[in-house]
């Protein structure tokens, strides 16, 4: 019997926690955030592969016998060896899923216009990962996508609503719809983005009243899609459903000091969180 176990480089994956808590409240669940690593978003491919491989090993040997990367960069870096090369080999029996396919399924749906918009970090974009899932799942969408460096520093630095930073999401808000006016979805690609929601959605007002060519745009954050794919996931797959117990907890692991995730988590799970501090190598 085990526990699902959700991984993030930082905090942001707690907003992946949160939706799917919402959603399945009734499973255990272990939160790893790598803290003292992250952020992951400018790191290399190697690197963020061995980072995050880490983490699943330590999620592993903490009794997950399914893993969710919820965080994008992860997602779109690591994902895929560690499916096709790692566990095959080293843990044929679990399973390590991303948040990257689910988001780009459900696109389709929300899109009118079929122009998408991803918003996410530079590692998650320069990977191409969202428009080539979208491209693929969704033929004849356009997507385009535009990195926001400045957006994870505001978050993690507890600046996400003051009003310096107003520029830096009005910037980047620009910069991805002078891609495309035609864009009427956007997609948060970064889990820490839905903390910028209530600036995001201001900012884009008033680009819309200044510009009547913009269509009404629709900010697609990630936490629910995420839950409703892995409730889909467990109703197909009911012998991992069994190997998984059911008492309704969550521990939450942290390679950086205990007393700053409890800080920091807050504002993602307006909750108070006690942590332990662990390491990955
Ligand atoms: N959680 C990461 C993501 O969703 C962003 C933070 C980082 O750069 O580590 O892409």
């Not at 942001?12 to 255990?28: F, S, V, W």
């Not at 000091?257 to 990955?280: G, M, P, Y």
């Amino acid at each position: 019997m085990g526990t699902i176990g959700i991984f993030d480089s930082g905090y942001g994956g707690l907003t992946i926690l949160d939706g799917i808590r919402k959603r399945m409240p009734e499973y255990d669940y272990i939160y790893l955030g790598d803290n003292a690593r992250a952020p992951y978003g400018t790191r290399s491919f190697d690197v963020v592969y061995e980072f995050t491989l880490q983490a699943v090993q330590k999620l592993f040997s903490l009794g997950c016998p399914l893993v969710i990367l919820g965080c994008n960069t992860a997602s779109a870096k690591a994902l895929r060896s560690i499916q096709q090369n790692y566990l095959p080999r080293y843990a044929p029996d679990r399973r390590v899923l991303g948040v990257i396919r689910p988001t780009a399924e459900v696109v389709g749906e929300l899109s009118h216009t079929r122009h998408i918009g991803v918003l996410a970090t530079e590692g998650t974009i320069k990977s191409q990962s969202y428009t080539l899932e979208i491209e693929k799942l969704h033929p004849g969408a356009t997507v385009v996508g535009q990195a926001c460096p400045m957006w994870v520093p505001l978050v993690e630095n507890n600046e996400f609503d003051k009003p310096g930073a107003d520029y830096f999401v009005k910037d980047s808000l620009q910069k991805l719809l002078a891609q495309d006016p035609l864009i009427d979805t956007i997609i948060l690609g970064c889990t820490h983005y839905p903390l910028l929601l209530d600036k995001i959605n201001q900012q884009l007002a008033q680009l819309s009243a200044a510009n009547s060519q913009l269509s009404s745009i629709k900010v697609i954050p990630q936490g629910q899609y995420i839950a409703a794919s892995l409730e889909d996931y467990l109703h197909r797959h009911p012998e991992m459903a069994e190997r998984l117990t059911r008492g309704g907890t969550c521990q939450y692991f942290t390679t950086e000091s205990s007393s700053k995730f409890r800080e920091s988590a807050s504002l993602f799970l307006h909750d108070d969180v006690v942590a332990q501090r662990i390491t990955l190598i």
